[in-house]
């Protein structure tokens, strides 16, 4: 809890897989978290204010603007922002730009459930902690 108001969460990820939005939005609010989703890169960066979110979920394949460019741009305005990349293949020169960018954690799908929930635990920890 932040404020008396429960720690936002954001998911990114890409407009025709629903499903998997819903259901990592579902998790998390049962785990106590407000989640916001997004169907693209380009709904989030219109809509979110980034200063608000404990941490953000993004999906790597997205069309348009990939994970990892939507990193950057996050990391333009918050560099501290913790960030999980969600991919279903991973790759040494994917996990080296993921690096570079600050990419907290990397998750391989099918998402584990508790690898999930320990990466915003810690997140929603360090935002408890300012």
């Known amino acids: 809890m ?14 025709d897989d629903d499903d998997a ?4 939005r579902f998790l998390l ?12 890169a ?6 979110a204010d980034v200063r608000t979110l404990a941490c953000v979920l993004v999906d790597q394949p997205m069309p348009q ?3 990892l460019e939507l990193v950057a741009r996050i990391r333009l305005t918050r560099p501290e922002r913790p ?20 990419v907290t954690n990397t998750l391989e799908k099918p ?3 508790e690898g999930l929930l320990q990466f915003v635990e810690h997140a929603a920890a360090q935002r408890t902690a300012r």
């Open 2 to 15: 932040q404020d008396g108001h429960r720690l936002r969460v954001a998911v990114v990820g890409d407009d």
């Open 21 to 24: 939005r819903d259901s990592l």
């Open 29 to 40: 609010e049962a785990a106590g978290y407000d989640v916001l989703t997004f169907g693209s």
């Open 42 to 47: 380009g709904e989030f960066l219109s809509s």
């Open 65 to 67: 603007v990939t994970g």
């Open 83 to 102: 960030v999980a990349l969600m991919t279903g293949s991973t790759s040494a020169e994917l996990t080296r730009r993921a690096f570079e960018l600050g």
């Open 111 to 113: 998402l584990q459930e």
